[in-house]
């Protein structure tokens, strides 16, 4: 793990380099193959935009270890999301894609940052709505903490303790065009 | 990616003349996601669960209601119809009164099918409510002009450099209006096709074609979109007769051999076979008139959601 770092600039402060993230999602795709014996029945769905991302490169790492390929799929959770009438504007949303049917199969879900643990439930609603997993699952690059439901995930990056207040910043390289990192911003930054 | 503004924050849709090009390109890619809702196993989302959708008809129409219900439907939404003949304003109440009276019971989306130009206008300006146009009088009818596009985009791949032809009755006709806005926008090149009476010059300051002769027409064409002749808006002096619109303007197999393989042949619907259409053409490899009432859904679904879907206070 590097070390933390803060830039003098913005006062971020680093969590992830490039090298950090790439071993972290590395000893997910580990964790997920040791807990998961049938790796034909997986589905690494990611919520966009970097979950899609992190989905495809956890997979990447599967293969790359077991030699077998890793079925992907996105799942988009914006209408299933429980804040209808409370934003001021409406990002597009995106198809899911996910390899159907999903019954027998065990699905992963890949977010970027846990947070309150809405996202993940929205996520598991749209799921339902294509079928009934045998077991889903939830994989993140960051735990934040300040979960508002019952939800715990399987697979973490790393356990960042932030304050409710403090933003978590995280770049990849193919959907930013920024290097590959994690950093944490304090309030008003 | 590029292009598309971030966010969406209209709580109205009241025509595609207020829209910009990124702004018509969200509803679309927004339609995309919508459109696989059919084809899940539970065709039914919780978008817009809790929310009250007020079909306000004041002006008789089947399929555009019938999709907007069954759009609100599968977004969870509750649903209210209301027709003319069944309401107050019948009785004498005004627009205005009746808006209140729907927001009175809390009614977050008011989707308006109206015989004047501007009703919807009037509204929104007077409601918290979001308001849709579903179609008033000769000036808009957005979303039959957004999924008209959505169909061309999903059969073509794109829109812009596209030839499309609209023929018929474009005086009268709001489909018209909101094609000739939105395809203009997204970088197609329009012409109109039909009798003078039904298709003056003065259209061409919007930046389209205007055509007396469809046969000169039909060989550059991409897409024809075909209007229904409105025998209900008809007068004498506008219309010699159908059978003189059959021979001039109507869409015969002999003519459509004039077509190139590829080019779209749509129709709003109803289609009133044998007059603007043949009959076989209208079910034939190049008609995509039903693909269009399924592209309806999809394109309401994503209009009811980005405009219901925000915060209107």
Same mark, same amino acid.
């Given at each position: ?28 795709? /580990? ?48 209408? /299933? ?64 903490? /300040? ?26 390289? !193919? ?12 309030? !008003?930054? | ?79 209210? *119809? ?21 927001? +009175? ?27 849709? *146009? ?30 499309? +032809? ?22 197609? $090149? ?34 024809? *979109? ?20 059959? $021979? ?66």
């Amino acid at each position: 793990m590097s070390k933390t770092r803060i830039t003098k600039e913005t006062g971020a402060i680093r969590i992830f380099d490039a090298e950090a993230m790439r071993r972290a999602l590395r000893r997910i795709a /580990h964790e997920i193959i040791e807990r998961n014996r049938d790796l034909a029945a997986l589905i690494l769905a990611g919520i966009p935009a970097r979950g899609v991302e992190l989905a495809r490169r956890i997979a990447a790492d599967i293969e790359a270890i077991e030699k077998v390929g890793v079925a992907t799929g996105v799942i988009d959770v914006s209408m /299933h999301r429980d804040d209808v009438g409370t934003r001021t504007g409406l990002p597009v949303v995106r198809a899911s894609q996910l390899p159907l049917p999903l019954e027998q199969r065990t699905v992963v879900i890949v977010d970027d940052v846990l947070f309150t643990g809405r996202t993940c439930r929205a996520a598991m609603d749209a799921l339902s709505s294509f079928g009934r997993p045998a077991c889903i699952q939830f994989a993140a690059l960051i735990d934040r903490g /300040h979960r508002e439901l019952p939800i715990r995930p399987d697979f973490v990056g790393k356990n960042l303790p932030t304050a409710r207040a403090e933003r978590v910043r995280v770049r990849l390289e !193919n959907i930013d065009d920024e290097p590959d990192g994690v950093w944490l911003l304090k309030p !008003n930054e | 990616m590029s292009s598309q503004p971030q966010r969406w924050t209209r709580k109205d849709l009241l025509g595609l003349r207020e829209l910009s090009a990124e702004e018509i390109n969200f509803v679309l890619e927004t339609a995309d996601a919508f459109k696989q809702v059919g084809t899940r196993e539970v065709k039914k989302v919780p978008a817009l669960q809790g929310k009250t959708l007020i079909n306000l008809f004041v002006e008789p129409s089947t399929r555009t209601r019938t999709s907007f219900e069954l759009a609100a439907k599968r977004l969870s939404a509750d649903i209210v *119809n209301i027709s003319a003949s069944a309401s107050s304003l019948t009785k004498g109440e005004t627009l205005k009164d009746t808006a209140r009276v729907l927001e +009175a019971n809390h009614a977050d989306i008011i989707v308006l099918r109206h015989s004047s130009a501007g009703a919807p206008q009037f509204l929104a300006s007077r409601v918290g409510a979001s308001v849709i *146009n579903a179609g008033d009088g000769a000036h808009e009818h957005p979303t039959q002009g957004l999924l008209d596009l959505y169909t061309i985009r999903e059969k073509r791949g794109a829109i812009a450099d596209l030839h499309v +032809a609209i023929i018929g009755d474009i005086l009268f006709s709001r489909v018209a209006r909101s094609n000739i806005f939105a395809l203009l926008k997204m970088g197609a $090149r329009v012409t109109l096709v039909g009798p003078s009476t039904l298709v003056p010059r003065e259209f061409e300051q919007l930046g389209v074609k205007v055509s007396h002769k469809l046969e000169e027409v039909l060989p550059t064409a991409d897409v024809v *979109n075909l209007l229904r002749i409105q025998h209900e808006r008809q007068r004498k002096e506008y219309f010699p007769g159908l059978g003189e619109y059959i $021979r001039f303007f109507g869409l015969t197999k002999e003519r459509a051999k004039l077509l190139k393989p590829d080019c779209l042949i749509m129709h709003p619907g109803p289609i009133n076979r044998g007059v603007e259409i043949d009959s076989e053409l209208a079910d034939g490899a190049q008609s995509v008139i039903l693909d269009q009432v399924t592209n309806g859904l999809a394109v309401r679904m994503a209009v009811l959601y980005l405009c219901g879907g925000i915060a209107t206070s």
